[in-house]
């Protein structure tokens, strides 16, 4: 509960920012993708790699179940709307802020992200296993800072991002998304077990997490180098290609169908990536537009 009650209020705060105006969808849209895609893969590795912290939302009674929606409502929503949040009021003022003034704003988005996990921790919402507060702190002012260099880029394209970058980030969080949902212990329906973690949901996750930043590399690797008019069959040749390398897993006894089947495997790439394809479209005429 305390995670959508987080959510609710970023919500409202987003939806009073956006009311004005200042920010294109497509800056809203590449804001998530990038935040999304870097929280989530720190949120893996330390949450299921390294064991180092918990996220329980006691939201459903399976304790995996739990632990996995409670880095989804944080990683796929909380910190992305914080990030567009951040990036619009350093985007606004970048030009007017003193060197003291950029660093207060990075001060206290940090410090009251800090202070929000520990009214987590106290309310046994985050649960400390191998960590500290500090090395919070630490983590959000890295990403804070790396932000504030790209935030006007970000927001007003002035230059934009490179389109490596953003294509990278789409293909990851496109991919990723329906992933988090319907795989390991959330939904059920399938979990990838190869058998390297004895956790189930560390196994499901990171695994799945390493094939989509491969899927990811690949795509900003080819997609810049060709015309736009080729680029929507890299997409759909790098689909292929990991429903094809999931069917092996599968044969291999790596991949566990549970409520589950190829064709739902096939239709589970395949529109992510179609929607890459609108999604590349749709950049490329806002970049031409604007620039």
Same mark, same amino acid.
């Given at each position: 509960?305390?995670?959508?009650?987080?959510?609710?209020?970023?919500?409202?705060?987003?939806?009073?920012?956006?009311?004005?105006?200042?920010?294109?969808?497509?800056?809203?849209?590449?804001?998530?993708?990038?935040?999304?895609?870097?929280?989530?893969?720190?949120?893996?590795?330390?949450?299921?790699?390294?064991?180092?912290?918990?996220?329980?939302?006691?939201?459903?009674?399976?304790?995996?179940?739990?632990?996995?929606?409670?880095?989804?409502?944080?990683?796929?929503?909380?910190?992305?709307?914080?990030?567009?949040?951040?990036?619009?009021?350093?985007?606004?003022?970048?030009?007017?802020?003193?060197?003291?003034?950029?660093?207060?704003?990075?001060?206290?988005?940090?410090?009251?992200?800090?202070?929000?996990?520990?009214?987590?921790?106290?309310?046994?919402?985050?649960?400390?296993?191998?960590?500290?507060?500090?090395?919070?702190?630490?983590?959000?002012?890295?990403?804070?800072?790396?932000?504030?260099?790209?935030?006007?880029?970000?927001?007003?394209?002035?230059?934009?991002?490179?389109?490596?970058?953003?294509?990278? %980030?789409?293909? %990851?969080?496109?991919?990723?998304?329906?992933?988090?949902?319907?795989?390991?212990?959330?939904?059920?329906?399938?979990?990838?077990?190869?058998? =390297?973690?004895? !956790?189930?949901?560390?196994?499901?996750?990171?695994?799945?997490?390493?094939?989509?930043?491969?899927?990811?590399?690949?795509?900003?690797? =080819?997609?810049?180098?060709?015309?736009?008019?080729?680029?929507?069959?890299? %997409?759909?040749?790098?689909?292929?290609?990991?429903?094809?390398?999931?069917?092996?897993?599968?044969?291999?006894?790596?991949?566990?169908?549970? !409520?589950?089947?190829?064709?739902?495997?096939?239709?589970?790439?395949?529109?992510?990536?179609?929607?890459?394809?609108?999604?590349?479209?749709?950049?490329?005429?806002?970049?031409?537009?604007?620039t």
């Amino acid at each position: 509960m305390g995670y959508l009650v987080t959510f609710f209020i970023f919500l409202v705060w987003l939806i009073v920012i956006l009311r004005k105006k200042v920010l294109s969808w497509n800056s809203v849209v590449n804001i998530y993708f990038i935040s999304v895609i870097s929280t989530d893969i720190v949120d893996i590795s330390l949450s299921w790699f390294f064991n180092a912290y918990k996220l329980p939302g006691y939201l459903l009674k399976d304790k995996l179940a739990d632990y996995e929606l409670g880095v989804v409502i944080s990683d796929g929503f909380v910190l992305p709307i914080t990030a567009i949040i951040f990036c619009y009021y350093m985007a606004k003022n970048l030009y007017f802020l003193r060197i003291d003034r950029k660093i207060s704003l990075i001060f206290s988005f940090a410090l009251m992200l800090v202070f929000i996990e520990l009214i987590f921790r106290d309310l046994r919402f985050m649960i400390y296993v191998k960590w500290h507060t500090s090395i919070t702190l630490i983590l959000y002012l890295c990403g804070l800072i790396l932000l504030t260099f790209y935030a006007r880029r970000l927001i007003f394209y002035s230059p934009p991002v490179s389109y490596t970058t953003r294509i990278f %980030f789409a293909t %990851f969080a496109l991919n990723g998304w329906p992933g988090a949902i319907i795989e390991g212990a959330l939904f059920k329906l399938y979990q990838y077990r190869p058998g =390297i973690f004895a !956790n189930p949901s560390a196994d499901d996750r990171i695994t799945s997490m390493s094939i989509l930043l491969v899927m990811s590399l690949i795509a900003a690797f =080819i997609a810049p180098r060709l015309p736009s008019r080729y680029r929507g069959w890299v %997409f759909i040749i790098i689909a292929v290609l990991v429903i094809t390398f999931d069917i092996f897993l599968h044969n291999k006894g790596w991949i566990i169908y549970n !409520n589950w089947n190829h064709f739902m495997l096939i239709i589970r790439f395949l529109v992510p990536n179609i929607l890459l394809i609108f999604y590349d479209r749709w950049e490329t005429n806002y970049e031409r537009k604007v620039t």
